[in-house]
């Protein structure tokens, strides 16, 4: 595609429940990141995948967070057992090689809000 | 421990001014920073970067300039035009985070021209 695509827009969740955002990157970008802001926040790192690497899951919060990435392509990051601290809009960005100097291209975001 | 801080969440300037959004930072390591900028139910776009080997870098209207010395960074736009009313978030790699995108942002900065 011709950005990155996340789905959905806005996800409206009960405390308790599992969530799953996905994240489709620009074709050919090898890089992949999980952000996610919190009101009146800035972004907040949360896991990187790279390739076939490993991912780096240093900044996700709890272990009730996870994410996937299949085929070195789209991306799936779940929350479970949701609490209303995790409402915040959840960012995915892509970029071509994992450099400093690579921009980040985010998609437009989906915000959860947990009631 | 807020490592990249924008201690001013908004400016209005008047189209046709300068805009300056200011930005510091704690970690004497950041050796890279960058400005994104985000529109309303968009992800963050990015503006411009500069290294810690520089004290300037130019694009068209956009300028960053650093004083390592300060550990602060800011952001000048001349001519402020009414579509740069935007978030700006500074940015800066995670330490450690080594070639990867995987970065630290500041709070934001809310800047609104008015025609």
């Known amino acids: 595609g011709a950005g990155v695509s996340q789905s959905p827009s806005n996800k409206v969740t009960e405390k308790g429940k599992d969530v799953e955002l996905r994240c489709d990157p620009i074709?050919?970008?090898?890089?992949l990141y999980w952000y996610r802001q919190s009101l009146g926040q800035g972004l907040e790192f949360l896991i990187y995948?790279?390739?076939?690497?490993?991912?780096?899951k240093s900044g996700l919060p709890s272990d009730r967070f996870s994410a996937e990435r299949t085929g070195g392509s789209v991306s799936t990051l779940t929350i479970q057992r949701t609490q209303q601290e995790d409402s915040a809009v959840y960012l995915c960005?892509?970029?071509?090689?994992?450099?400093?100097?690579?921009?980040?291209?985010f998609g437009s975001g989906t915000q959860l809000s947990v009631l | 421990d807020q490592q990249v801080k924008q201690n001013s969440p908004s400016l209005s300037v008047q189209e046709g001014r300068i805009s300056i959004l200011n930005c510091d930072y704690t970690?004497?390591?950041?050796?890279?920073f960058l400005w994104y900028k985000k529109y309303p139910a968009e992800g963050p776009t990015f503006l411009i970067s500069?290294?810690?080997?520089?004290d300037k870098n130019e694009d068209g209207r956009f300028t960053v300039f650093l004083n390592k010395s300060a550990k602060h960074l800011s952001l000048h736009i001349v001519p402020s035009q009414p579509g740069d009313s935007a978030v700006y978030f500074c940015?800066?790699?995670?330490?450690?985070?080594?070639?990867?995108?995987?970065?630290?942002f500041g709070q934001g900065t809310t800047l609104q021209v008015k025609p």
């Open positions: 960005a892509s970029s071509k090689i994992p450099t400093v100097g690579e921009k980040l291209f």
């Open positions: 074709s050919g970008h090898t890089a």
């Open positions: 995948f790279q390739g076939n690497s490993a991912p780096d």
């Open positions: 970690n004497s390591m950041f050796d890279y």
């Open positions: 500069i290294s810690s080997i520089k």
């Open positions: 940015a800066a790699p995670k330490e450690g985070s080594g070639n990867t995108g995987k970065l630290i």
